[in-house]
């Protein structure tokens, strides 16, 4: 008896469920044109962020090829200060711009780069735009 419970358990439990196989259905026989849409948008993001963040003395860039996230190295500016205000890490960088240009951004140390800060483009591209430029007006005052 143990062993047929073993095995419907086992069965209801290990294997996806329908809510997901459905949804995997809809995604390779449903229209692409909304999924292509936004995929333009994404690229256009990037290359907006991308730009702006060339523009940033002292932050090194890469280009994303994949997901909506950006991981500049921004070590150039470890060391620096605002005042008694000292960039020590990704950490101290991290809470600089969160308290002086209102912009979130994620350590880099979580994903395995402690020179480099992890920045999402999957908001408006008006709101890049504007916490872009709070990057660049914050990081003037390190010094």
């Known amino acids: 008896m143990a062993d047929g419970c073993n095995k ?12 997901s196989q459905r949804g995997a259905l809809a995604a390779i ?20 962020v991308y730009n702006l963040l060339k523009d940033m003395p002292g932050v090194k860039a890469n280009y994303p090829q994949g997901a909506f996230y950006f991981f500049p190295d921004v070590s150039s500016y470890y060391g620096k200060k605002d005042g008694d205000k000292v960039i020590k ?4 960088f991290c809470y600089y711009m969160l308290e002086k ?4 951004l994620v350590p880099g140390g979580a994903f395995g780069d402690e020179a480099c800060v992890r920045l999402s483009y999957a908001a408006s591209e008006k709101d890049l735009v504007e916490a872009m430029k709070r990057m660049k007006e914050a990081l003037v005052n390190l010094k």
């Open 8 to 19: 419907v358990q086992g069965q209801l439990t290990s294997a996806n469920c329908s809510i």
């Open 29 to 48: 026989t449903g229209d692409l044109v909304p999924t292509k849409k936004m995929v333009d948008q994404y690229h256009k993001r990037r290359d907006i």
């Open 89 to 92: 890490n990704g950490d101290d």
């Open 101 to 104: 240009g209102h912009v979130s």
